[in-house]
């Protein structure tokens, strides 16, 4: 399934993660709260990947992953996902095993690549869009 994501900056680099249901509650409005888990700071995706992961980024086909770009990408020099002309991204999202997830779309940047969070609440710029249930 395509999932379009509009309104965004061209300028600025993104990122995209996939994350089970049971580790965020949102109100459909765009927000939510995040499960910290480990208490490092930063959102826990949980095991994501086991439900759908993310097939193409903009029409090219990328290594299957539950986040992109991958955890490893340098804060202080995102590569991040870049909007096509008119601040849209679109990813592809192949479906694993059923269960349900939400993408998450947050500016690539911060202190670290993963969304950052105080108390569940992000303290970066970020989206969270509608529930993908996978049967």
């Known amino acids: 399934m395509d999932l379009s994501i509009g309104g ?8 995209v993660t996939l994350v089970i ?3 965020l509650t949102t109100s459909g409005d765009g927000t939510g709260t995040f499960i910290d888990g480990d208490a490092n700071g930063a959102a826990d995706a949980g095991a994501s990947e086991g439900v759908a992961l993310i097939a193409s980024v903009n029409g090219a086909a990328i290594t299957a992953a539950k986040t992109y770009p ?4 340098d804060p202080a020099n ?9 601040g849209v991204i679109t990813v592809n999202l192949s479906g ?5 997830v939400y993408p998450v779309i ?3 940047g911060g202190a670290s690549t993963f969304l950052e969070i105080t108390g569940g609440v992000p303290s970066e710029v970020y989206a969270v869009g509608p ?4 049967n």
Do not use: C
């Open 106 to 108: 947050y500016v690539n």
């Open 70 to 73: 991958s955890g490893e990408d």
């Open 131 to 134: 529930a993908i249930t996978v």
């Open 78 to 86: 995102p590569s991040g996902i870049f909007p096509v002309t008119g």
């Open 8 to 15: 965004l900056d061209d300028a600025t680099a993104y990122r």
């Open 21 to 23: 249901a049971a580790n």
């Open 96 to 100: 694993v095993a059923a269960g349900k």
